[in-house]
């Protein structure tokens, strides 16, 4: 079980290739992409059961947490209080890819809880990468099967080699390979499970999934099927408009 007092340092990140490490002893690490991401990972240490309040300055939590971290981490990259107060605790999920993480409850009065016992899991690295792994004859067929457009959208999609710094609504246009199933319910990384999304659509399905309550995941979901379903489990929204 981690405790934040236990913490030796956060700093930029060393080992990995961009982002920020959080150093335990005997140099364990975890590893986080987004600045905004280190304080609900670190609420969801101390405190395990977590809202927005805890991130709006409504309590004290926050600065509890800066107290006990004083000398260990540059100041400012914990903030006093966030605006968009869900994204550090949702995006430890859809950015992260800490699966043991997840939401309880309705927008509002929604619950982020991180159980202890789970606590070894965040040290793995490849929870970033198990999504991504696809051959690349596996991503020829997928775009020709969807003639190299994203699956929902319908923007032709890119690979990062073919953009620029300039590129206009990258995130529309930035290939990505996604998990009709994800693969913590249980989704296989073959073929037919795959499809090529546009970095925003990805995210936005990633969002969706994470407050989903379903118990499984089939194609009469929107998000696993679009050529068959148009309406989103989780939510019940028809979402036929924004499907190409
Ligand atoms: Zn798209
Ligand atoms: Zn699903």
């Known amino acids: 079980m981690l405790q934040i007092e236990d913490i030796i340092e956060i700093r930029k990140a060393e080992i990995y ?7 335990f002893p005997n140099n364990k690490i975890i590893w986080l992409t987004k600045r905004r991401t280190i304080a ?7 405190y395990e059961i ?18 006990i971290l004083k000398g260990k981490i540059n100041d400012s990259w914990i903030q006093d209080r966030y605006g968009d107060a869900n994204k550090p605790f949702s995006e ?27 606590h070894d899991t965040l ?13 690349n004859t596996d991503r020829i067929i997928v775009l020709n099967r969807q003639n190299g457009r994203c699956n929902f959208c319908g923007s032709i999609l890119k690979s990062s080699k ?7 609504a990258k995130d529309r246009v930035s290939m990505e390979f996604d998990h009709r199933i994800p693969v913590d319910r249980g989704g296989k990384s073959c073929i037919d499970n795959y499809q090529a999304l546009c970095h925003y659509c990805n995210k936005c399905k990633r969002q969706m999934c994470f407050i989903c309550k379903e118990g499984q995941c089939t194609s009469s979901c929107a998000l696993v099927s679009p050529e068959t379903s148009k309406i989103i489990l989780a939510t019940g929204e028809d979402i036929s408009d924004r499907l190409k």
């Open 50 to 67: 977590c809202s927005e309040e805890d991130l709006v300055g409504a309590n004290g939590r926050l600065r509890e947490i800066k107290n």
């Open 40 to 46: 609900g990972l670190l609420l969801l240490i101390k």
């Open 162 to 168: 073919n953009m620029s710094a300039h590129t206009f």
């Open 123 to 135: 040290f793995n690295p490849n929870a970033k990468a198990v999504r991504t792994q696809i051959s």
């Open 92 to 118: 430890l999920w859809t950015e992260e890819g800490f699966s043991s993480i997840h939401a309880e409850g309705l927008q509002g009065n929604r619950k982020y809880v991180l159980y202890k016992k789970d």
């Open 17 to 23: 290739d961009r982002g920020y490490e959080i150093v």
